[in-house]
């Protein structure tokens, strides 16, 4: 390859923001300089937050979604700095155990609480001693897949996203209680914003990643930290849903941290929580598309335990009795209907914002503004093969050089995982 062959497809992926797969498009510009209008064709990123889809564009989305967090601790992008003086919480939802699978233990050992047990009535060890790498495909799959209640685990996911609606009201109503006032007058003392990220865990269950603040407009109240903390706490014990399909509430295992006033705590957190944003079911791509049928999901999906939990989705979507839940439309996602990453209204900017900044930030680069209602789709990809290698490389060596920074810069998160990857 010549030096202007690299020249062109260097110009091809970064006007695609180093997409790896980039939408292609085409329709009419305005030339800035001459008025003229001009047919055009464009190759713009795909902007999948997923980071097993396209590595710079879940990059790029995490950047966002850290600078949300961030500044909902820190102030900044509109957000006043005094939200750095405030009770702020990072707090870890699970879900409940619904079968013992292998992972690793804060010990680095496997599952050995069963020692001594006989073995279930299938006739697998409910113990496993052996000290897993991470990485391995053992990792979140079932010990005994016939003890395992997929249908339940299912359910559970589906139920999650009420499920948390219901304990951020209950967590309220406690606020309101402590301040010995209605629930309805909170607003006028204090009010609570969130940030919240779901992460698919290996054994296909729902987890919640959440940063909370309290604004306090009347602080007679005194709802300080500790407040906050108690009123979460209780909250979370006590909530639980009840349909005609059963009752769901969180697992036993919950971390509520309060956050430090220093700068440097909120950045680890924000650092730590941002990770999650990108991932998808067990890191793979074969969950990251909606499936067309049953046979879909045999073809794509290697991970036995994940394929068991999205044919079980798929199947119980045919069921008359479930079909409100949609479970086919999200058997990609095991069954959990919700958004990925969600905030409260004013916990801090939002990503349109961000992404209009940027906009605006490259608009003198530019050398033409599209006329709009002219663009049409004309397919996906590089139109040469080499560009789209190139921008693998350039999208690893960039996250490469970003995680070292984020390792100097945020310091050491391991104890912000002390419920991440557990079982019940």
Known sequence: MNAEEMRRLLWEVQSAGQCSHPIRLRGQTTNLATGEVESSAFKVACKDRREAVCPACSQRYGTDAWIIAATGMNGGKGVDESVAERPRLFVTLTAPGFGSVHTITSKGSCLVRHQGQAPCEHGIARQCFARHQDGENCLGQALCAECFDYR??????????RLWTSTVQQARRNLAIHASIRREDLYQVAQMHYFKVAEMQRRGLIHFHVLVRLDEADSRHQLDADAVTTAWSAAIRKVSIQNEHGSFRWGRIVDIQQIGRSQNDARMVATYLAKYVTKTAGDALELARVFDSRRDIDLRVTNSHLKKMALGAWDMGGDSELVQLKLREHANTLGFSGHFITKSRDFSTTFGALRQARVDFNAPLRSGDPVRGTFTFEGRGYDDPK??????????????????????????????????????
């Open 387 to 424: 560009a789209s290698q190139l921008a693998e490389v350039l999208s690893e060596l960039g996250t490469e050089i970003r995680r070292s920074r984020a390792v100097r810069a945020a310091g050491d998160v391991s104890s912000l995982e002390r419920a991440n990857d557990r079982e019940e």
């Open 152 to 161: 339940r685990a299912i359910l559970w996911n589906a139920a999650s996203s």
